[in-house]
């Protein structure tokens, strides 16, 4: 079955504290919302940590997420270099929940991107 994407909204508005207006909120939409939050906060914390602390100049487009990952991904050291790699795939995954209709086994992606944000984060502040 394709998922409701009415249910973010509702979702939305139960973040918020206000009154639900659409479907209920089944534990997939708050599996796909996991995983897009998980890849932003992964994410911005590396792109500010090229912006401000390498002082790399990032793009302001839609390029900004591939740009961050490949500057990570194509560097010298291993541990930037995974922290692309991972990047990469986080996002890969947030795609697939932001997107696509039908995400097969939502709850063990939401576990393993979680967990691979929480080691992309641990990385940038161990550098």
């Known amino acids: ?57 990032i793009p302001k487009t839609g390029k900004t997420h591939i740009v961050v990952a490949q500057v990570y991904e194509f560097h010298a050291d291993p541990r930037r270099a995974q922290i692309g790699v991972e990047l990469r795939r986080l996002r890969g995954d947030r795609n697939m929940c932001d997107y696509d209709d039908i995400v097969v086994n939502v709850s063990n992606l939401a576990v393993v991107s979680l967990a691979r944000a929480a080691r992309i984060i641990a990385d940038l502040a161990r550098l």
């Open 1 to 57: 079955m394709s998922y409701d994407w009415g249910e973010y909204l509702s979702l939305a508005e139960a973040l918020c504290g206000v009154a639900v207006s659409g479907p209920p909120i089944s534990d997939e939409a708050q599996y796909r919302s996991s995983v897009s939050r998980a890849y932003y906060a992964a994410f911005i914390l590396a792109r500010n940590r090229l912006r401000d602390v390498d002082l790399i100049s």
